[in-house]
């Protein structure tokens, strides 16, 4: 069936670090979405992407779709210890009216 | 705007008993879902639905129920409770299929 793979599974950085996470689909999709989620805390949404090769930035923020759109990544630059949380990315179920969640990247920081 | 609501907020079940889990949402979307997070999981959809009247199952239906007889509220049903069925459950909507959803805070349920 149609899969939506995130890596890392787990991620930790020194404040002040870069932090990267990917998604990858087993199938094309027509949007990709990106929620975090603070311990303790439920899916907050970020962004979607639509667009193939879209990049959009949000303050340190930066979702790229791929050219495919069979993948994305987003990226934190110069992390601080409020970005702590999951990040999932999600996508529709081809065919289907269903959103797939990936596994999600979860960000530890050592302030 | 409240957003979505869920209750209760945490509950303890033995096996065999049954609850129904909550969630009512003020946003007039017609588009509303069951998720549940196991520990250190992603989320599994249970059940979703696109109007008042109309469900369909997700990923992880067995052992869950819903009904939808308003656009507000969406609520779940475990009716023979068991370990497995411990997880955190959110209720999430949107306003159009597959696009931003809002989440829930969840209910944290325990099953022994």
């Known amino acids: 069936g149609q899969q939506v793979m995130q890596i890392p599974q787990y991620q930790h950085v020194q404040e002040g670090e870069d932090f990267t996470t990917y998604c990858n689909s087993s199938?094309?999709?027509?949007?990709i979405q990106w929620y975090k989620q603070r311990p303790g805390g439920h899916p907050v949404f970020l962004i979607q992407?639509?667009?193939?090769?879209e990049v959009k930035k949000q303050k340190r923020l930066t979702f790229q779709f791929g050219e495919a759109k069979k993948n994305s990544s987003l990226h934190i630059t110069a992390t601080q210890t409020t970005d702590v949380g999951t990040y999932f990315c999600?996508?529709?179920?081809?065919?289907?009216?269903?959103?797939?969640f990936g596994q999600g990247t979860r960000l530890t920081i050592n302030p | 705007n409240a957003g979505v609501t869920q209750t209760p907020k945490f509950r303890i079940l033995k096996i065999g008993q049954s609850m129904t889990l909550q969630c009512t949402q003020d946003?007039?979307?017609?588009?509303m879902y069951w998720y549940r997070q196991d520990p250190g999981m992603g989320l599994k959809l249970i059940y979703y639905?696109?109007?008042?009247?109309?469900?369909d199952k997700g990923e992880v239906p067995n052992g869950y129920n819903v009904s939808r007889s308003t656009t507000e509220d969406f609520p779940l049903r475990l009716e023979l409770a068991a370990p497995s069925q411990t997880s955190v459950y959110f209720c999430?909507?949107?306003?159009?299929?597959?696009?931003?959803?809002?989440f829930g805070p969840g209910t944290r349920l325990t099953v022994t």
């Open positions: 639905s696109v109007g008042a009247g109309i469900t």
């Open positions: 999430a909507s949107s306003r159009q299929m597959n696009y931003e959803q809002y």
């Open positions: 992407l639509v667009k193939s090769g």
């Open positions: 946003m007039n979307h017609n588009y």
């Open positions: 999600a996508g529709p179920l081809q065919g289907a009216q269903k959103l797939v």
């Open positions: 199938t094309t999709l027509s949007n």
